[in-house]
């Protein structure tokens, strides 16, 4: 059973358009995350929902737009594309109040802004 | 501020050779330490982890030591395989920060027969 899915896998769009990258995990997790790899694989947290309710939110151009409707599905919207946009964007999932708070990775999401 | 700093790639080796990624890090607190893997097209998985200072986290043949007083937490493996190939990535966690992974560059490891 996969534990954290993305959809879609691959995302090619053009430049101004407005798209939606989906998360969901089945662990019965409380915490989930947004994370960007460039393309030198440099990984960086953009974003983190406890219970639905936003508890991180680094340095991100408003353009994107995080949503959790419930604790399992954290989604990121992205208005008005650009070039820079284009990356891996990978979901995550942990339980916060586990001793650890190990994180599960989803297996991305390639998006290219052409 | 709380930094991850790995050794720069490629690392390219023989099939069983010896292996070590550098990983030292900048932390407030005491840090939880953690190895990732990402194999080619895939996530991130969790390899190893460390929670204080002296531990040791070991996982498939890797090993890496929390050491306090170097800030270092290097990845070993004594003898590696053509699948271990991929991307490894040091990370941390601050104690009492939501729960934020910080991670250093990556580091590609390519192994050849």
């Known amino acids: 059973d996969t534990a954290v899915s993305q959809t879609p896998k691959y995302l090619v769009t053009q430049m101004g358009n407005d798209k939606s990258i989906k998360c969901e995990q089945n662990l019965g997790h409380d915490t989930m995350y947004w994370y960007k790899q460039d393309s030198k694989k440099f990984l960086k947290i953009m974003f983190s929902?406890?219970?639905?309710?936003?508890?991180i939110n680094e340095t991100v151009p408003n353009r994107f737009s995080p949503k959790s409707p419930d604790k399992a599905h954290l989604n990121l919207h992205i208005n008005s594309l650009e070039l820079g946009d284009s990356a891996v964007y990978f979901c995550?999932?942990?339980?916060?109040?586990?001793?650890?708070?190990?994180?599960?990775f989803g297996p991305g999401t390639r998006l290219t802004v052409l | 501020g709380n930094s991850v700093t790995q050794m720069e790639g490629p690392v390219t080796l023989s099939e069983e050779a010896f292996l070590t990624i550098n990983c030292t890090y900048t932390?407030?607190?005491?840090?939880?330490l953690f190895w990732y893997v990402q194999y080619p097209g895939e996530g991130l998985q969790l390899l190893l982890k460390?929670?204080?200072?002296?531990d040791k986290g070991s996982n498939k043949g890797f090993e890496a030591t929390y050491r306090k007083e170097t800030t270092s937490f290097h990845l070993e493996k004594g003898s590696v395989q053509v699948s271990d190939s991929a991307v490894y990535f040091c990370?941390?966690?601050?104690?009492?920060?939501?729960?934020?992974?910080?991670f250093g560059a990556g580091t590609r490891l390519a192994v050849h027969p």
């Open positions: 929902y406890n219970n639905k309710e936003l508890i």
């Open positions: 932390a407030t607190g005491y840090p939880s």
């Open positions: 995550a999932s942990s339980q916060a109040t586990s001793r650890d708070n190990e994180q599960f």
């Open positions: 460390a929670t204080k200072a002296d």
């Open positions: 990370a941390l966690k601050v104690s009492g920060g939501y729960n934020k992974l910080i």
